[in-house]
């Protein structure tokens, strides 16, 4: 089970961290990743992280913006969002895949596991 938590309404510029709360299955076997979908709009990728190496990708729309982590005490996985536009406002997602993934990271496809989501809105 993954439940988000942390989205909420913030000007543009401003910081969110988005968390994801993972039960019943450790991080080290899966890729975790974070999708958004906006109204209309197909849902994308933002970030993922794979367990077993701690090795992190980002989107072009993420990249030097967010930052994505996880906490095997917690079993949480973070992103850390920073200068948020208008355009990131959507529906954010965790989501996780085991085994873990080496490629094609943002096929929303391949994931098993998916939280509800929490809302990010970001005004001008």
């Known amino acids: 089970q993954l439940v988000e938590s942390g989205g909420g309404l913030v000007q543009a510029g401003g910081s969110l961290r988005l968390s994801c709360a993972a039960s019943g299955f450790t991080f080290e076997y899966y890729t975790i990743a974070w999708f958004r979908q906006a109204p209309g709009k197909e849902r994308e990728g933002v970030s993922c992280v794979r367990g077993s190496d701690n090795s992190a990708d980002y989107a072009d729309s993420a990249k030097g913006r967010f930052a994505i982590s996880y906490d095997n005490a917690k079993n949480t996985v973070y992103l850390q969002m920073n200068s948020l536009k208008p355009e990131d406002t959507a529906v954010y997602y965790c989501?996780?895949?085991?085994?873990?993934?080496?490629?094609?990271?943002?096929?929303?496809?391949?994931?098993?596991?998916w939280g509800q989501g929490t809302q990010v809105t970001v005004s001008s």
């Open positions: 989501a996780a895949v085991s085994p873990a993934l080496f490629r094609s990271y943002y096929d929303h496809r391949l994931y098993d596991y």
